[in-house]
T-cell receptor, first 112, second 114 residues
Framework: NAGVTQTPKFQVLKTGQSMTLQCAQD?????MYWYRQDPGMGLRLIYYSASEGTTDKGEVPNGYNVSRLNKREFSLRLESAAPSQTSVYFC???????????FGSGTRLTVV | AQSVSQHNHHVILSEAASLELGCNYSYGGTVNLFWYVQYPGQHLQLLLKYFSGDPLVKGIKGFEAEFIKSKFSFNLRKPSVQWSDTAEYFC????????????FGTGTRLQVFP
């Protein structure tokens, strides 16, 4: 089925460990996004990529890096995880012309 | 910076009650507006969207929203809620400068009791 695929679904990290969250879409969308969702704070944009080869910071980029590997894939890396990064992470994609996002199923990350 | 406000953080209703969730945005220019729903344990799904034209927008599952430009509002409504509508609802506005970035409100948790 067409859509946005995120891996892993769950992850527990120790403080200081690194990891990469993977995201891939098969809808030929140009734009991709990484959000984090925290209780009472809604969704906050971490990074986005308007097209292959470009990335830009969002509202809360500190502690994260991203790579737009190709048009399909957009990964999020935590170089040195901190407890404040415990959250649910959502990847999304959209067409340049708008129409809303298609979201992945999320990654629940816990940093202890 | 553009922002979105959802005034109701937690709404509790009985089945068959009517629903209205508030959403206000700050940007004064042309806007695209969205409502998303997140059922427990799931990802966000698009309920409805407004780009232009008729300010009364109908979405899936009997939801509708009305764009009132003079009030900078895009409230979500449903005449009669069901237990299955229990979820979190997010209003979002498309950012300025012709980007596709969506700015989300903090969400409203709706609980519907039988």
């Amino acid at each position: 089925n067409a859509g946005v695929t995120q891996t892993p679904k769950f992850q527990v990290l120790k403080t200081g460990q690194s990891m990469t969250l993977q995201c891939a879409q098969d809808m030929n969308h140009n734009s991709m996004y990484w959000y984090r969702q925290d209780p009472g704070m809604g969704l906050r944009l971490i990074y986005y990529s308007a097209s292959e080869g470009t990335t830009d910071k969002g509202e809360v980029p500190n502690g994260y890096n991203v790579s737009r590997l190709n048009k399909r894939e957009f990964s999020l890396r935590l170089e040195s995880a901190a407890p404040s990064q415990t959250s649910v992470y959502f990847c999304a994609s959209s067409e340049v012309t708008g129409g809303g996002y298609t979201f992945g199923s999320g990654t629940r990350l816990t940093v202890v | 910076a553009q922002s979105v406000s959802q005034h109701n953080h937690h709404v509790i209703l009985s089945e068959a009650a009517s629903l209205e969730l508030g959403c206000n945005y700050s940007y004064g220019g042309t806007v695209n507006l969205f409502w998303y729903v997140q059922y427990p344990g799931q990802h966000l799904q698009l309920l409805l969207k407004y780009f232009s034209g008729d300010p009364l927008v109908k979405g899936i599952k009997g939801f509708e929203a009305e764009f009132i430009k003079s009030k900078f509002s895009f409230n979500l409504r449903k005449p009669s809620v069901q237990w299955s509508d229990t979820a979190e609802y997010f209003c979002a506005v498309k950012g300025p400068y012709n980007t596709d970035k969506l700015i989300f409100g903090t969400g409203t948790r709706l609980q519907v009791f039988p």
